[in-house]
């Protein structure tokens, strides 16, 4: 056996090569032993050199209560390290075998109509469940004594998309765990409680703890200050399991870095991320684009929140799909060179890693129509051939790992906000944080500027632009954090219907925006939904653009009317205001949803009136983001989504093909190119007419 330690992340450990981390989920215990030396074969001609082994593997470690069967896993960790292959070893807790739930009937989750979960899916087990949590600390603890340290363990990998299931469970443990949770939130004062939830309105006052109850099904709409109360808990309890689980492999195993994969999109909204990187060495993703032409902005959000989950450090893209997913109503396949430019978003964006799920594509179950790194046709398929050629490409780009992404401005995203204003009783119950924060991130991209997607708690000063589409909910620390951007003589741009309640979804009273009336100069008298026909036409940012969805009665106090409603009950009034703070600070604030060309128009503008440096402008289509080495080196991932040529201005080296620039680049119709060299952050054409 090869004894080589392989370990991630790869630029910790000193001495060794770097490497792109290359690979994805392995579920050896699904196929017969024979299939095993073929798949080690193949993964090394693809040139893998991670795999995640274990995810759904508990009921094959232990069919039964006092069966431990770990022979084929030695076997298989085994193989790998012969072949060179790291091993991202999954706890296995992430779904119970039936004799869990067969024993514990009360493991299993329960929705909020009442409704027990049954076994046969997976993940069916309640974040709340004393017996799960007891019976899977014993299997984690049996994995970190039996591998911790065998050659070909790089990585731990608590559970598998924390919550991705079973968020939210509304039975009888869980309501108990959720009381304690409460009353160490509210200082065991029942008092404090009926403040926070405000329950006199619709007498729903508590004498005592134990009549609160989860936010079951209720006829109306359920108090909402219990509601975000409610999902935190359920988020904390998540984390509680993490770090349990990681409690157990750090005393085994302190050497060895841990992480659990985010869902970083879609389910993983459920989830309060921000509060559980504290516990990661390495902050890992699981993102699938939507099934939709030019799905890349989205990949391009997603990735960027990894990184500012993981505070700028790079990341780990732990699961996409290598083609089709089998789960939506359409799955379409990736068109030709899509693989390529779609795993080049996120290496661009600071992932040092890219893994599938899955190797190779299962034959049954219920993701056996989930594309896979293997196809059912097997090696002697496009499918596999561009899977070899993309683990070339990656070899080809090591010495990217570990660099950093240079960004130019923060989005402020916040997850408690997102779960309040995406519910019912609002004054428009179409707003979607979800579609106002990736507007405001394509635009600002589409304008070539690299943008940190943060938590409002980030070191937001080191910004010089600060953009919050959509902080419907904030505390006033919070509120604090970003008005301190624009004192400080930084930039600071507020979406509308922002700064409205507090952390307990109560109003702001004294007129709107009651968080940030100061920081904006402005009041809003009156919200002014608009119906789903109706649309407004906007003047002063020099596009025809429009405002839909949205728009407000502003009165000025001290800023300034920057564009206006041209038409519609509002006409005249204010769409975009600016307040100048000092001599350099200023904080806009755009009091309508605007359209994507209004976006892009009015962020051209700021960017140009701060004087902060224009980035980089040739077409939309092509994406340029700017990786540098702590040695200084500086690595442009140039991709190209367009049908046409694009020509930047640059010299260097593309890590790809080894062709040398001098003077222009070339990015030929869907290509990519990792150009290490210098970039001209100015359009081609500024620079050949100057
Ligand atoms: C993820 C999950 C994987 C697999 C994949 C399919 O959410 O972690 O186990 O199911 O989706 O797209």
């Known amino acids: 056996m090869d004894d080589r330690w392989i370990r991630w992340p790869q630029q910790t450990t000193a001495g060794r090569d770097r490497l792109v981390g290359f690979g994805g989920d392995y579920n050896p215990e699904q196929w017969d032993e024979s299939v095993w030396r073929e798949d080690a074969r193949l993964m090394v001609e693809a040139g893998v050199n991670l795999v995640t082994v274990g995810v759904f593997a508990w009921s094959a470690l232990q069919p039964a209560p006092d069966r431990w069967e770990f022979g084929w896993l030695d076997r298989v ?3 790998m390290a012969d072949h060179g292959i790291a091993v991202d070893l999954a706890t296995a807790t992430a779904s119970t075998p039936s004799w869990v739930t067969t024993l514990h009937p ?3 989750a329960v929705d909020r109509f009442g409704h027990t979960m049954a076994q046969g899916g997976r993940q069916a087990w309640s974040p709340s469940s004393r017996v799960y949590r007891r019976l899977s600390l014993e299997l984690v603890h049996r994995m970190a004594e039996r591998y ?6 790089a990585l731990w990998h608590v559970s598998n998309e924390l919550g ?24 065991d004062s029942i008092q404090r ?3 926070a939830w405000q329950t006199l309105v619709w007498s729903q006052r508590y004498a005592d703890w134990e009549e609160i109850q989860p936010p079951r099904a209720t006829f109306t709409d359920p108090n909402p200050s219990q509601l975000l109360d409610f999902e935190r808990f359920s988020s904390d309890q998540l984390r509680a399991q993490l770090r349990a689980e990681a409690a157990v492999l750090r005393r085994a195993t302190p050497d060895i870095p841990i992480t659990t994969n985010l869902i970083l999109f879609d389910a993983g909204k459920r989830m309060a991320y921000s509060t559980w990187t504290d516990d990661l060495d390495i902050v890992s993703s699981d993102h699938y684009l939507q099934p939709v032409r030019d799905a890349h902005p989205e990949a391009e959000f997603s990735a960027d929140r990894a990184r500012g989950l993981a505070d700028g450090r790079p990341w780990m893209l732990m699961e996409t799909a ?17 693989l390529r430019r779609d795993v080049f978003s996120y290496i661009a964006r600071g992932s040092d890693t890219v893994c599938f799920f899955q190797w190779r594509a299962a034959r049954a179950g219920a993701e056996r129509f989930h594309s896979a790194m293997l196809p059912h046709g097997g090696p002697d398929t496009d499918a596999f051939r561009d899977v070899v050629a993309l683990g070339r490409d990656l070899a080809r780009c090591a010495e990217l790992a570990g660099s950093v992404v240079e960004a130019d401005c923060a989005l402020v995203l916040s997850e408690e906000s997102w779960w309040a204003l995406e ?14 924060l990736l507007a405001w991130h394509r635009a600002l991209t589409d304008l070539g500027a690299t943008v940190d997607v943060v938590p409002p708690t980030a070191d937001l000063g080191r910004y010089p632009l600060v953009v919050v589409p959509q902080l419907y909910l904030v505390d006033d620390a919070d509120a604090e954090r970003i008005a301190a951007v624009a004192r400080d003589g930084g930039t600071v741009v507020i979406g509308s219907f922002s700064g409205i309640v507090d952390e307990f979804d109560h109003v702001r009273l004294g007129g709107y925006p009651g968080a940030f009336r100061d920081l904006l100069g402005l009041r809003v008298e009156q919200f002014w939904p608009l119906l789903d026909d109706e649309t407004v036409v906007l003047d002063g940012l020099g596009t025809d653009g429009r405002a839909r969805r949205w728009a407000e009665v502003i009165a000025t106090e001290g800023a300034r009317v920057e564009a206006t409603l041209l038409d519609g009950d509002l006409a005249g009034g204010p769409a975009v205001t600016r307040m100048r703070h000092g001599e350099t600070g200023s904080a806009w604030y755009v009091g309508a949803e605007l359209d994507g060309d209004s976006l892009g128009a009015l962020f051209r503008r700021i960017l140009a009136d701060q004087g902060l440096a224009l980035p980089l402008v040739s077409s939309p289509a092509l994406r340029v983001v700017t990786r540098v080495s702590t040695d200084g080196d500086r690595f442009h991932v140039l991709i190209n989504h367009s049908g046409v040529d694009e020509t930047v201005v640059a010299d260097g080296t593309d890590l790809l093909d080894g062709s040398s620039h001098a003077g222009t680049v070339t990015v030929p119709a869907g290509a990519v190119r990792v150009l290490r060299g210098s970039l001209s952050r100015e359009p081609l054409a500024a620079v050949t007419a100057g």
């Not at 911790?148 to 363990?153: F, K």
């Not at 997913?325 to 990736?334: D, E, F, L, M, Q």
């Not at 519910?423 to 106002?436: I, V």
């Open 148 to 153: 911790g340290s065998h050659p070909a363990l």
């Open 106 to 108: 009360d493991v299993l």
């Open 164 to 187: 991705g299931h079973n968020a939210h469970c509304y039975g009888e443990e869980a309501a108990r765990a959720f009381r304690t949770w409460l009353r160490e939130r509210y200082g």
């Open 77 to 79: 960790m085994d193989l």
């Open 193 to 195: 409680l009926n403040d």
């Open 322 to 338: 290598p083609g089709q997913t089998s789960w939506r109503r359409v799955n379409p396949a990736k068109r030709s060179g899509q």
């Open 423 to 436: 519910r019912a009783d609002h004054p428009h119950n179409g707003l979607s944080a979800t579609e106002t």
